[in-house]
């Protein structure tokens, strides 16, 4: 795996130069400008989120004194034209090659932000990094159409690319086949307690190397109804011990990982450190929450809380153990 990585690195093709080659053999500059201006292709964000937020029609025409329909033309005129670079078809054939390596260590088919970090994966500088995402996002979606096969977005997997139907297929029928098992297990598992519990199903017997790590983590990726705790722990993104919608879901799950009494601000310290979200965790407001909640925790000692489910009673926790 490390001489593949090391290999990736290696035969990257830098797409910021190889549109820097191509964009200066366009002769029709505003071409140039809106391409770079409607795919972001030039800047210093280095936010991944907002890959594939294309500037709108309208704001480049008020930049450029022209109308929307008119940027628009320009757009597909500069697309064509770029195609028709005579350095065009060896460059593009790069990137593809390097994209269908990076495919095939994924069975052949993955999600579109899964890919797309996979094969930047090496570049350590975040503004680098997110440069090459977004040409790398305009390479996938306006000249990579007709070579590689994509399918969108919709209620059972996230927007993916593949090498051809049959990947595309297997991926879909994976993620299918794996969402229903949660909702039947009706609890979070790690990917490696998930590929213990697949191995006996025909789909993942019959193509044995779905149940590889990465090639599980692959299809839990790609699929639009599950994700990952803080814990690594994989389930429904529906269930609370999967995305937390409260702070109450969260002392609950930091008290379960745990498994022992907690004080109040031990437990805001793990909220914190496991990142759950952006919001902050204050200990006074996980205090008034425990103190609230009856029905789930139990004060065992001063600020220390248990979980009921336990069988805690209320009470000093020197004191419980004198009595048993």
Request: aromatic content about 8%.
């Amino acid at each position: 795996m490390l001489d593949n990585q090391m290999n990736n690195s290696r035969s990257y093709p830098d797409l910021e130069q190889i549109f820097g080659e191509l964009f200066s053999c366009l002769r029709n500059l505003r071409e140039v400008n809106v391409l770079k201006q409607r795919y972001r292709l030039e800047g210093n964000e280095n936010q991944m989120h907002a890959l594939g937020r294309k500037a709108t029609l309208q704001s480049i025409g008020a930049k450029e004194g022209i109308t929307r329909e008119r940027v628009r033309q320009i757009e597909n005129s500069g697309i064509k034209n770029l195609m028709r670079v005579p350095l065009y078809s060896t460059r593009i054939d790069r990137i593809l090659d390097h994209l269908e390596n990076i495919l095939h260590e994924h069975a052949g088919a993955m999600a579109e932000h899964h890919l797309i970090a996979k094969t930047l994966r090496h570049i350590e500088e975040a503004n680098k990094r997110a440069s090459e995402a977004r040409y790398l996002y305009f390479t996938l979606n306006k000249l990579l159409t007709g070579r590689l096969m994509m399918k969108r977005e919709n209620e059972l997997h996230e927007k993916i690319w593949a090498k051809n139907a049959e990947t595309t297929q297997l991926l879909q029928t994976a993620i299918s086949e794996i969402k229903g098992f949660f909702q039947r297990a009706n609890k979070p598992m790690t990917i490696k307690e998930l590929g213990e519990s697949l191995k006996h199903f025909s789909l993942f017997k019959e193509h044995e190397h779905l149940i590889a790590q990465h090639n599980l983590e692959n299809i839990l990726i790609a699929s639009s109804a599950l994700d990952a705790n803080p814990f690594d722990e994989w389930g429904m993104k529906e269930w609370t011990s999967i995305v937390p919608k409260r702070i109450g879901d969260k002392i609950y799950m930091i008290l379960q990982k745990h498994g022992k009494p907690l004080h109040y601000k031990t437990i805001a310290e793990y909220i914190e450190a496991y990142q759950f979200d952006h919001k902050k965790a204050h200990p006074p407001t996980i205090h008034n929450e425990l103190i609230l909640d009856g029905t789930k925790y139990v004060l065992v000692g001063r600020g220390t809380y248990a979980l009921k489910e336990w069988g805690y009673k209320e009470g000093i926790i020197s004191e419980l153990l004198e009595e048993v």
